[in-house]
């Protein structure tokens, strides 16, 4: 093959992932405009979210949550993978409700919101520069973070039926590291060319800043949380 045709080749592999990296935060930027909205629906509403239990609750969120996924990944190449990522994105918002509406319960909840929110974007801006600049390879963290991921998950479920506090703060902790970590993980896979499609790799960003902005308020709200 020709030096010009591997150059060509090159070039236009780069520009391709710029596009996408382009694409993926363009649409990650508005995906936060259906969950702000969801958000204050779920604020708003409260309890109501709260359907019969807490474990009823836990597996009605999965169940919807997954199925949007599942939906959005079919689509994904189509005007309606953007339509269902912003449905999605909207009931994420509707879903941290509850949690928003508990925050506001204290004095200074209001405070540790904007303290979680401007956290979470710092954490992401650094990171996501870092995946984007470094020669580093991350992708080997991919196996065991997703590892990290099913734990968390279980441990959240197990905790629907145990309610320890103790283990409440330690899936929080532990949560805000590992989906940390992911963001390294998801931007060098979009920046390498490893990710094409900017609905997906929109839609792991997003998962990524959600749940380290739940996790670390939960922290804040534990350890700095005050009552009138």
């Known amino acids: 093959m020709a030096y010009n045709d591997i150059l060509t080749q090159n070039t236009t592999a780069t520009t391709q992932q710029h596009r996408v990296l382009r694409?993926?935060?363009?649409?990650?930027?508005?995906?936060?405009?259906?969950?702000?909205?969801?958000?204050?629906?779920?604020?708003?509403?409260?309890a109501a979210l709260m359907v019969g239990s807490p474990i009823i609750s836990l597996l009605l969120f999965l169940g919807v949550c997954f199925g949007?996924?599942?939906?959005?990944?079919?689509?994904?190449?189509?005007?309606?993978?953007?339509?269902?990522?912003?449905?999605?994105?909207?009931?994420?918002?509707?879903?941290m409700g509850p949690l928003l509406r508990h925050a506001l319960g204290f004095s200074n909840g209001g405070t540790l919101i904007a303290t979680a929110a401007g956290g979470t974007g710092i954490i992401f801006f650094t990171l996501a520069g870092i995946a984007t600049t470094s020669k580093r390879d991350f992708s080997k963290m991919g196996s065991f973070l997703t590892i990290g991921v099913v734990l968390i998950l279980v441990a959240?479920?197990?905790?629907?039926?145990?309610?320890?506090?103790?283990?409440?703060?330690?899936?929080?902790?532990?949560?805000?590291?590992?989906?940390?970590?992911?963001?390294?993980?998801?931007?060098?896979?979009?920046?390498?060319?490893?990710?094409?499609?900017?609905?997906?790799?929109?839609?792991?960003?997003?998962?990524d800043v959600y749940n380290i902005f739940v996790n670390l308020l939960q922290l804040l709200l534990a350890f700095g949380g005050e009552r009138d």
């Open 68 to 95: 949007l996924m599942y939906g959005i990944e079919k689509t994904k190449d189509s005007g309606w993978g953007v339509v269902l990522l912003l449905a999605f994105t909207f009931f994420m918002g509707l879903m």
């Open 156 to 207: 959240a479920i197990a905790n629907a039926f145990l309610h320890l506090p103790a283990l409440t703060l330690a899936i929080s902790t532990v949560a805000v590291l590992v989906f940390s970590a992911l963001i390294l993980v998801d931007i060098q896979r979009i920046v390498q060319g490893g990710e094409t499609n900017y609905i997906t790799a929109t839609l792991a960003v997003y998962l």
């Open 23 to 46: 694409n993926t935060y363009a649409l990650l930027a508005l995906s936060m405009v259906p969950t702000v909205l969801g958000a204050l629906v779920g604020t708003s509403i409260g």
